[in-house]
């Protein structure tokens, strides 16, 4: 089983419409991290959390909101949909310490589309 | 602030040569670690190489190389004999190493630059 898993693998959605992504990881790591990436511009941060009680703004967060309801589960949320929040969706996780703590695990990524 | 820049947005070669991907990297903080992931066409991101920016010695796995120059602030990626299936997304990414830097835990990706294997 993957170690990283987000559901669903694709959405798609209407403007205005409240949607969430899940992410569940099995490795353990105290830290959790929410990206988009659009073509051209790379993976861009949107939230991260350093443990379920420390949740932070990335460099994108506006229109999203994001709930860590467990070490293991970090949920993203567009409360309203618009059709620039298209893109594809990945979730990674990492240690807080030790040899791979800077290292990040990706899930397989949600597409979304909204119409 | 931290930047990462991929020059070369599109890459196209024919099977068997060599290519050579740039990445060019911006930050204040002075130990870091350097990335470089794959995405091929079906959309995960496949983890190729982390370095530590006290290293500078280059690495070569298979037909994979990576040179790392501090002094030009470059973490170049090289495929030699390049292969259909080496067809994807390259990504270079950069986060910071030490716990004091306000970027800490945090990767900065390169816009990735897609390379084309052709038959």
């Known amino acids: 089983d993957a170690d990283v898993t987000q559901t669903p693998r694709n959405r798609i959605t209407k403007t205005g419409k409240r949607i969430m992504l899940e992410c569940s990881q099995t490795?353990?790591?105290?830290?959790m991290y929410w990206y988009r990436q659009d073509p051209g511009l790379g993976l861009r941060l949107i939230y991260y959390?350093?443990?379920?009680?420390?949740?932070n703004k990335g460099e994108i967060s506006d229109g999203y909101s994001v709930s860590r309801q467990a070490q293991a589960k970090f949920s993203l949320s567009l409360e309203s949909a618009i059709p620039n929040q298209t893109a594809l969706y990945f979730c990674?996780?990492?240690?807080?310490?030790?040899?791979?703590?800077?290292?990040?695990?990706f899930g397989p990524g949600t597409r979304l589309t909204v119409l | 602030a931290q930047k990462v820049t991929q020059a070369q947005t599109e890459i196209s070669v024919v099977e068997k040569e060599d290519v050579t991907l740039d990445c060019v990297y911006e930050?204040?903080?002075?130990?870091?670690?350097l990335f470089w992931y794959k995405q091929p066409p079906s959309g995960e991101l496949v983890f190729l190489i982390r370095?530590?920016?006290?290293?500078?010695q280059n690495e070569i796995s298979g037909r994979y190389s990576w040179n790392f120059q501090k002094s030009t602030s470059s973490f170049n990626f090289t495929i030699t004999a390049s292969q259909v299936v080496d067809s994807a997304v390259y990504f270079c990414?950069?986060?910071?190493?030490?716990?004091?830097?306000?970027?800490?835990?945090?990767?900065?990706f390169g816009q990735g630059t897609i390379l084309t294997v052709h038959p």
């Open positions: 990674a996780t990492s240690e807080s310490s030790g040899g791979t703590y800077n290292e990040q695990f």
């Open positions: 490795k353990g790591h105290d830290r």
């Open positions: 959390s350093f443990d379920v009680k420390d949740i």
């Open positions: 930050t204040r903080d002075t130990t870091y670690y």
């Open positions: 370095r530590n920016s006290f290293d500078e």
């Open positions: 990414a950069l986060s910071p190493s030490f716990a004091g830097g306000t970027s800490y835990g945090k990767l900065t």
